[in-house]
């Protein structure tokens, strides 16, 4: 009782910074309903205590049961409080109190059971009124919105959602009925919050369709005719820093429909479930790469006349996300420098075909998590680039079909008539620094029977030498040595003996 007192107070205090109520449509006061029932309390549990002799010594120790106080599992997940809590009433003429953020009051605890069981770990979450909240992940590692109705926060607020995410944290947002309203406005305000970032639909071989189970096909209970998942996210580096699911979730994580609502469009229980414990799975596998991507990298930019045996990295820009994996050039620019003969600039410079000046680069990086294109100038400017002594080298991050998909077309425009071919396991740029045979991936390839195969590059050769590389696996993401569970790619060491033997291959070639 305590404790629903003070989550009531929170409710209130939350709802009354906030003053939202006049703008609320109309038609959106019917999904305010409620979904759900309140949690089940936690078990009272009263394990055996150690035999413990009693006084006066010596006697037989006796054993006893002592009351003793299991520790709480790790925090993992803050359900945000916001909006109006209000008194719904039956037909009946019985009442419960209701509220915006907790309609379904049970489903964060149910989903949690389900994934501790599935992972193995125990996980907890609290209620949290973002007046007082701290926007450190290593405290809540995400953040959990629910509703129907329009989202509305101030500004305050929306500085430490973005805060939070930048820091590595991750949001998710559960549109828990299907409704417009909850939709529209958390797609705008997490837009507010990370206006620099687009939505992107993530495609079925994203690994948090994967990362604990796979989930290709789901259940959509009514209103809906598609066995298809559908979840939108915000790419911070590889990561998706906010989730959005367009249709409800957490009724199905309670083990139930979504009763009271005959517009509504959910996930049926089996599916919310597998997708919960994914996106679960999702938020504690990637939290290390989170932590290490958002630290602070310092970016340069091409010298007027650098030193011709200067190894410059230089990354493009484009419109997709093109920087999948902050920082982790800068470790494989560190291992070059101190395992190699290479004069290395430690800073990347981010360069844009067609605006920026190619002319100095010798090494140009392409990677990215999805679709991309080049405009007429970008294409004018690499074919120039590529007709001097410059390499592209293309990265595949997380290994995304999308991607894949995107680089054979552009190359296919950049370069009419040429194809991409397999470069074979005796290339000098298997042997530059490293003598690569065998490598470790992430994976299992098809038809192959472990994660030790040969290393997978293909390329186009122009004038006599190798000029186009690309990896349809990732590289990058192991230069930092970071796990990225469910991804397509190289272990740590294989991926920087792999970068190493490139960067040394180009400066030489």
């Not at 992972?119 to 809540?140: H, I, K, M, Q, W």
């Not at 010298?303 to 994996?325: C, K, L, M, S, Y």
């Not at 370069?415 to 065998?438: K, M, Y």
Request: net charge negative; hydrophobic share 40%; aromatic share 8%.
């Amino acid at each position: 009782m305590r404790q629903r007192e003070r989550v009531r107070r929170l409710g209130i205090l939350c709802v009354a910074a906030v003053f939202w109520t006049a703008g609320l449509r109309a038609d959106e006061q019917e999904w305010f309903v409620p979904l759900g029932l309140p949690p089940k309390a936690a078990p009272r549990r009263i394990s055996a205590g150690e035999g413990v002799p009693p006084l006066p010594l010596p006697a037989t120790p006796l054993r006893r049961s002592e009351r003793k106080k299991e520790p709480a599992p790790p925090m993992l997940a803050g359900k945000v409080i916001w909006g109006e809590q209000a008194s719904f009433t039956w037909n009946d003429g019985r009442t419960l109190e209701i509220a915006d953020w907790n309609l379904c009051p049970a489903d964060l605890q149910q989903l949690l059971a389900k994934s501790g069981a599935a992972l193995g770990t125990a996980y907890r979450s609290e209620p949290v009124n973002l007046a007082g909240f701290t926007p450190d992940p290593a405290l809540t590692p995400l953040l959990f919105f629910s509703g129907t109705r329009t989202l509305r926060l101030d500004r305050d607020r929306i500085a430490l959602l973005r805060a939070h995410v930048l820091a590595g944290g991750m949001i998710v947002c559960d549109n828990i009925a299907g409704s417009p309203y909850f939709y529209e406005s958390a797609r705008r305000l997490m837009s507010e919050a990370l206006p620099e970032l687009r939505w992107r639909t993530l495609p079925p071989d994203h690994p948090v369709y994967h990362v604990v189970a796979d989930v290709e096909k789901v259940g959509y209970p009514k209103n809906m005719d598609s066995d298809r998942p559908l979840l939108e996210g915000l790419y911070v580096g590889c990561r998706v820093g906010v989730l959005l699911s367009k249709y409800g979730l957490g009724c199905g994580w309670d083990d139930h429909e979504v009763p009271n609502l005959p517009e509504a469009i959910y996930y049926d229980p089996p599916s919310a479930a597998k997708l919960g414990v994914n996106i679960v799975g999702y938020a504690v596998g990637y939290a290390a790469a989170a932590r290490e991507e958002s630290k602070p990298e310092l970016f340069g930019g091409m010298d007027e006349r650098p030193p011709t045996d200067e190894f410059v990295f230089a990354q493009i820009v484009h419109e997709g996300a093109w920087d999948a994996h902050p920082g982790a050039a800068s470790a494989l620019l560190r291992r070059l420098r101190q395992n190699t003969s290479l004069r290395v600039n430690l800073r990347r410079a981010a360069l844009t075909p067609g605006r920026d000046d190619l002319s100095q680069a010798t090494f140009l990086y392409l990677t990215g998590l999805d679709d991309f294109s080049f405009d007429a100038r970008a294409l004018e400017a690499l074919r120039a680039f590529l007709g001097g002594p410059g390499t592209l080298v293309i990265n595949n991050a997380l290994g995304m079909s999308v991607f894949d998909r995107a680089v054979r077309r552009e190359l296919a425009r950049l370069l009419p008539g040429e194809q991409l071919q397999r470069v074979p396991p005796g290339h000098p740029l298997f042997h530059s620094v490293f003598d690569i045979g065998d490598v470790r991936l992430t994976f299992v390839p098809d038809g192959a029977e472990s994660e030790t195969a040969a290393p997978v590059l293909e390329g186009i050769v122009l004038g006599g030498d190798l000029r186009v590389i690309y990896s349809p696996y990732d590289m990058e993401m192991g230069w930092q040595g970071c796990e990225h569970p469910a991804a397509r790619g190289y272990e740590p060491v294989s991926a920087m003996q792999m970068g190493v033997n490139l960067a040394m291959y180009v400066m030489t070639h």
